[in-house]
């Protein structure tokens, strides 16, 4: 090999030699970050993954506690927080609660229900407000189904209105319900009877020809 070709070559480890030297801690910091990030994902990864592990058992827990009607059922449930755990827990406490005659406990439980999903809080309202009108809380059940769009929704506000001595509200809710059921559907004979008993008479759907 030439004596210049050795010139040039010692030359060029000169010059990235230099280099490393004015970017090295720049590059060792960017790889150290980027394993840094890399690391911190997977951390977070299995965080949550233990979370996720944590809160179904206590689910769980909560669920044998109330099946085995067992006094800490209550404080298991709350302990879930507000999530989807916290809310199938409660409903099922609800209704045990229900099932045991202890109503002002089941409203209470419905109560402290926080759902943002409108299908879970309509049949969270819907179970409240029959519960507010065994109550004699007629007043609050309607407020809870104000805005009720559904065939049940509307009836049970119909329901509520009845209650109050409101019974032409109640004829009217009860028939409005059943425009949105089907002529064969089993909730449109019980709707009948309610409209009946409200002192209205149902309207026999016209045949189709």
Excluded: C, F
């Excluded at 030439?2 to 070559?9: P, Q, R, V």
């Excluded at 590059?27 to 690391?39: E, H, N, S, V, Y």
């Excluded at 085995?68 to 927080?81: H, P």
């Excluded at 402290?112 to 969270?124: F, L, Y």
């Amino acid at each position: 090999m030439a004596i210049d070709d050795l010139a040039d070559e010692h030359e060029q480890s000169e010059r990235v030699l230099e280099w490393l030297r004015r970017n090295g801690a720049g590059l060792i910091g960017g790889i150290a970050l980027g394993l840094a990030a890399i690391g911190g994902w997977k951390w977070w990864e299995n965080h949550q993954v233990q979370q996720q592990a944590q809160i179904a058992n206590q689910y769980q827990a909560a669920l044998d506690a109330i099946e085995a009607k067992d006094k800490g059922a209550e404080a298991k449930v709350k302990a879930l927080g507000q999530n989807t755990y916290h809310t199938l827990a409660a409903l099922r406490l609800a209704q045990s609660q229900v099932v045991a005659n202890q109503r002002d406990a089941a409203i209470a439980t419905l109560r402290s229900i926080q759902s943002e999903d409108p299908a879970i809080a309509e049949i969270v309202n819907l179970r409240l407000a029959r519960l507010l009108i065994d109550a004699k809380q007629a007043d609050a059940a309607l407020k809870l189904l104000a805005n009720a769009t559904t065939p049940t929704a509307i009836a049970v506000r119909g329901d509520a209105q009845l209650a109050l001595g409101q019974r032409a509200k109640a004829q009217e809710a009860y028939t409005q319900a059943m425009t949105k059921l089907d002529v064969a559907s089993p909730q449109r004979r019980l709707l009948e009877l309610k409209l009946t008993e409200a002192g209205g008479s149902p309207v026999k759907p016209e045949a189709k020809s």
